[in-house]
């Protein structure tokens, strides 16, 4: 088995030394190589293209920024589908538009190989520690093959559906997150803005059904730690495509416009880089 990783971000790049760590050997690409140093100096084989990489994998995951870059790193002109062999397996981690996940399926379908969107739930720190929680869309029986390989980054692994399905369930995941610290930092703002003790306001909030998140969310909203786990640029993203994946199925989106309404407001503050819970500055 030759596992290729695509991606070496903050995420991609603790998952891909989880594989290497496993399994002794790994093919890695990233775009920029400054990234790459510390796996390759662990024994990685670092490829200049995915088109390179794929000649020599025959599975291979993906994590990326976004829709564009998955497509670019897979169908592109240096992309992995020119070179891949038949039957070998794609695992795209990336957060991706539902519509592109299914796209690239069947694409993969008429070249022969197997795709699954498989994105993930969990910080950098449960990517550390191979504890995060993957859902995955496409055929059954690939899933079922690649089990044993997601066992080993991943300590929640579930089958959702048909090609298409992870990246639903994942977009719908991070509207439950994004909304987390807008809802807090807006509540707090006003309990503080309006005489009551920040402290006392907590202590209470804590003691109730929000208190295991609130305690969660207290360093960054409360003490403004916003070193970044996961971007606010990101976030926005992902806001962005929850959206289309609302407006293509019908449904109403009170709180979605809410949410990218205040991400959007962030976003031009200049804080895209810093945590998305940086999202509560704009109650300052």
């Known amino acids: 088995m030759d596992i ?18 496993e399994y002794g050997k790994i093919n890695v690409y990233n775009r920029s190589k400054e990234k790459a140093k510390e796996i390759i100096s662990l024994g990685a084989n670092f490829f200049d293209s995915p088109k390179e990489l794929a000649k020599y994998s025959s599975i291979i995951f993906t994590m990326v920024s976004n829709s564009e870059a998955v497509k670019e790193v897979l169908l592109g002109n240096e992309g992995a589908f020119h070179t891949a062999r038949k039957g070998t397996y794609f695992i795209d981690m990336s957060t991706v538009e539902p519509d592109v996940s299914l796209e690239i399926y069947n694409e993969a379908k008429k070249n022969g190989f197997h795709f699954l969107d498989a994105p993930v739930i969990g910080s950098i720190d449960a990517a550390e520690k191979a504890t995060l929680t993957i859902i995955v869309g496409g055929d059954k029986e690939d899933f079922d093959y690649v089990l044993p390989i997601l066992q080993k980054v991943g300590k929640n692994i579930f089958y959702v559906g048909p090609s298409g399905s992870g990246s639903k369930l994942k977009l719908i995941n991070n509207v439950l997150i994004a909304n987390t610290p807008v809802i807090f930092g807006e509540i707090l703002n006003i309990a503080e803005k309006s005489g009551l003790k920040l ?6 909030l804590k003691s109730g059904i929000f208190g295991q998140i609130l305690s969660y969310y207290e360093n960054r909203i409360v003490h403004k730690n916003f070193s970044t786990r996961f971007s606010l640029e990101l976030m926005l993203k992902d806001l962005k495509y929850a959206k289309r994946l609302a ?14 309404q205040a991400y959007e407001e962030a976003f031009k503050k200049g804080l895209s880089q810093l945590d998305y819970t940086s999202v509560v500055k704009i109650y300052e």
């Not at 290729?4 to 760590?21: C, E, H, T, V, W």
């Open 247 to 260: 407006s293509s199925s019908h449904c109403k989106t009170l709180i979605i416009d809410c949410l990218l």
């Open 4 to 21: 290729g990783f695509i991606g070496l971000g903050r995420m991609g790049s603790r998952i891909a030394k989880n594989l290497l760590r």
């Open 199 to 204: 402290q006392t306001v907590l202590d209470v």
